[in-house]
């Protein structure tokens, strides 16, 4: 994951899981991302900075690395999936079109998981 995106604004990555991998077990990956930021930075961090998505059907999750608590929760949570499923059973990709300098919003994010 190329974090250099976070510096022009595009700071929204999507990822997108190949079958097998099993996307309630993803969902728990990401939330375990989401728990270990969390015991870094407080609950309170994770709630303001932290923005993420999921679209089980179409197999997508969405992150906003905005913040650097964002960042945070899509580094741990590739190298958590990069270990639990392995390299190639997943793509990253950052989301274009997020270059005003506004945080996008969880509603934002629930799209751009579409």
Same mark, same amino acid.
């Not at 728990?28 to 870094?40: F, N, R, S």
């Not at 609950?43 to 997508?60: C, H, P, T």
């Given at each position: 994951?190329?974090? *250099?995106?976070?510096?022009?604004?595009?700071?929204?990555?999507?990822?997108?899981?190949? %079958?097998?991998?099993?996307?309630?077990?993803? *969902?728990?990956?990401?939330?375990?991302?989401?728990?270990? %930021? &969390?015991?870094?930075?407080?609950?309170?961090? %994770?709630?303001?900075?932290? &923005?993420?998505?999921?679209?089980?059907?179409?197999?997508?999750?969405? #992150?906003?690395?905005?913040?650097?608590?964002?960042?945070?929760?899509?580094?741990?949570?590739?190298?958590?999936?990069?270990?639990?499923? &392995?390299?190639?059973?997943?793509?990253?990709?950052? #989301?274009?079109?997020? &270059?005003?300098?506004?945080?996008?919003?969880? *509603?934002?994010?629930?799209?751009?998981?579409?």
């Amino acid at each position: 994951m190329n974090t *250099e995106h976070t510096t022009n604004g595009r700071a929204v990555y999507r990822l997108t899981f190949s %079958i097998p991998v099993n996307m309630d077990a993803v *969902e728990e990956t990401l939330l375990l991302a989401v728990l270990a %930021i &969390g015991c870094l930075y407080g609950e309170s961090a %994770i709630r303001l900075d932290a &923005g993420y998505a999921i679209d089980k059907d179409k197999r997508v999750v969405v #992150i906003n690395a905005h913040t650097r608590i964002g960042c945070a929760v899509a580094r741990v949570f590739v190298g958590f999936c990069m270990s639990e499923f &392995g390299e190639g059973t997943f793509g990253v990709s950052w #989301i274009a079109g997020s &270059g005003s300098g506004m945080t996008p919003t969880n *509603e934002s994010l629930a799209e751009a998981a579409l």
